[in-house]
């Protein structure tokens, strides 16, 4: 799931004055917290999307976060900077409340931006980044919450990869820790929302011809396994396997050790699908 989340680090060089995401120069001395970064180079501007990767804090110069894009730099600066889960918490829910659809302060961009706009969105579109990482860091301890902030990156952004998973990982947690007559709604959402992952990445016929893949996303075929394992499902486990088998062919997997067992669960499930079938027969 996702807990931590790499962003690529802005190169110092590609980023100045010049470049079409900076705030343009002005006349007046910098004074941070006042003239709000006009005249630092580092500081993005929204044209009309924020810049949603981190920028190094120390270059932000920012004395007093003013607004949504501030109080998520200064959140990941405390989140993988100084470690301060806590903190970074706080900045991340602040930044929300300073680019929330309920409150009027951020929009869902559907559609492209009329010329006539002249280059901005007013309100600002919703950011996806500062929920990402706030549900990351609440999913451990308040699950529902990261869910209902992964589900506003579902909408902020339906084809973002990576979101349906994180909430599948989370209900699995949820099911793990529940009571046993709760638990199987909890994988069922799970299966639900894994499923969701993976049609987002379907494997075409192009696809196989020119690269002889026949499935995608080994580790959300491997989560799935999971689940009809726990659930005592052999015949969708030994499904599962497979195309994690089929996936993994030709790129192999993070965790290659999993190869080796998933066909030894493969032979198991098999072994218990037999069984049954021998039960039902008698």
């Not at 100084?82 to 409340?97: C, K, V």
């Not at 990402?132 to 506003?152: E, H, K, M, S, V």
């Not at 994988?187 to 196989?208: G, H």
């Amino acid at each position: 799931m996702i807990r931590n989340i790499l962003f690529l680090v802005v190169p110092l060089a590609s980023v100045g004055p010049g470049t079409a995401m900076a705030q343009s120069t002005a006349a007046e001395p910098y004074i941070p917290g006042v003239t709000y970064q006009t005249t630092n180079p580092y500081y993005l501007q929204p044209n009309p999307f924020y810049f949603e990767g981190r920028v190094d804090w120390n270059l932000l110069k920012i004395t007093q976060p003013v607004n949504a894009w501030d109080y998520f730099e200064r959140g990941i600066h405390e989140q993988e900077d100084l470690g301060e889960p806590a903190a970074a918490i706080a900045d991340y829910q602040q930044s929300i409340s300073l680019n929330n659809l309920a409150n009027g302060t951020c929009q869902i961009v559907t559609s492209a931006m009329p010329a006539a706009a002249g280059g901005q969105m007013n309100p600002a579109p919703c950011m996806f980044s500062v929920r990402l990482r706030l549900a990351g860091l609440l999913a451990p301890t308040q699950p529902q919450q990261a869910i209902a902030l992964y589900n506003q990156v579902v909408a902020i952004d339906p084809l973002r990869t990576g979101v349906h998973e994180a909430i599948a990982a989370t209900y699995v947690s949820m099911a793990q820790a529940a009571p046993p007559a709760s638990a199987p709604s909890l994988y069922a959402q799970a299966v639900t929302e894994y499923k969701n992952e993976l049609a987002l990445s379907p494997v075409t016929a192009l696809e196989t011809a020119l690269t002889g893949d026949v499935a995608n996303n080994a580790h959300v075929h491997w989560a799935l396994s999971e689940i009809y394992r726990v659930t005592n499902d052999p015949t969708d486990q030994m499904s599962e396997l497979n195309l994690y088998l089929q996936a993994t062919q030709w790129h192999s997997d993070t965790y290659p050790w999993r190869i080796a067992l998933a066909k030894a669960r493969i032979a198991e499930a098999s072994a218990a699908v037999a069984a049954r079938k021998e039960r039902r027969e008698k």
